[in-house]
Structures are given as structure tokens and as C-alpha cells.
Nanobody, 115 residues
Framework: QVQLVESGGGLVQAGGSLRLSCAAS????????MGWYRRTPGKQRDLVARITGGGSTAYADSVKGRFTISRDNAENTVYLQMNNLKPEDTAVYYC?????????WGQGTQVTVSS
């Protein structure tokens, strides 16, 4: 079983920055990718950014140039640095780790961007 603990959400003004962290513990050997998703009320969870075990990254078009995903394999932690935040970035952000056989989700952390 894998446990994911997220932190770093909060309230910030437009143009500000936040850094989300997700620490993974448990049997994560072989987990190949880590990433962040977000969900706004009434909508499904959408991919924000993901990073493979080899460090390859991908981003949603809406966050390119503003968000950066990174991981510390020694600490089993994934980060999401969010700069130049916009009100439309307001959502619950979820951490996910997965491989070809399993996927695990964090409990979510609220990010609110005021205009």
C-alpha cells in the first residue's frame, strides 16, 4: 500500500506563488510516474503536470511557463511550484503516483487564488 501526504495549499493573491509537496511512503518500488491533478466543483480531475521516474515532464497547456513539477527520488517526494497564479487556478489539487498496475491518490489540498 502507498500513502501520499500533500501539503502547501492555501490562499494567495493573483500573481503570487505556492509550492505543493507530496510525500509518498509505503511500497512504491516500481512506481514509474508522479503527478498533480486538480478539480474544480462540478468537474472531473484534470492533469496539471506529471513527471516520470527518468525526469520527463508534461504540463497542461493552461499552466505551461508558470508551473514546474519536480521530484526527489531519495525522499519519494514530488513538488509543484506554482508561479503567477490566476483565479482560474483555484481548485483542489491531488497528488497521484502510478505504474502500469496500480495508482494511488492523495487526499487533496485546496488552492484558492483571489483576484
Amino acid at each position: 500500500q502507498v500513502q501520499l501526504v500533500e501539503s502547501g495549499g492555501g490562499l494567495v493573491q493573483a500573481g503570487g506563488s505556492l509550492r505543493l509537496s507530496c510525500a509518498a511512503s509505503g511500497s512504491i518500488f516500481g512506481m514509474s510516474a508522479m503527478g498533480w491533478y486538480r478539480r474544480t466543483p462540478g468537474k472531473q480531475r484534470d492533469l496539471v503536470a506529471r513527471i516520470t521516474g527518468g525526469g520527463s515532464t508534461a504540463y497542461a497547456d493552461s499552466v505551461k511557463g508558470r508551473f514546474t513539477i519536480s521530484r526527489d527520488n531519495a525522499e519519494n517526494t514530488v513538488y509543484l511550484q506554482m508561479n503567477n497564479l490566476k483565479p482560474e487556478d483555484t481548485a483542489v489539487y491531488y497528488c497521484k503516483v502510478w505504474n502500469a498496475y496500480n495508482e494511488y491518490w492523495g487526499q487533496g489540498t485546496q488552492v484558492t487564488v483571489s483576484s
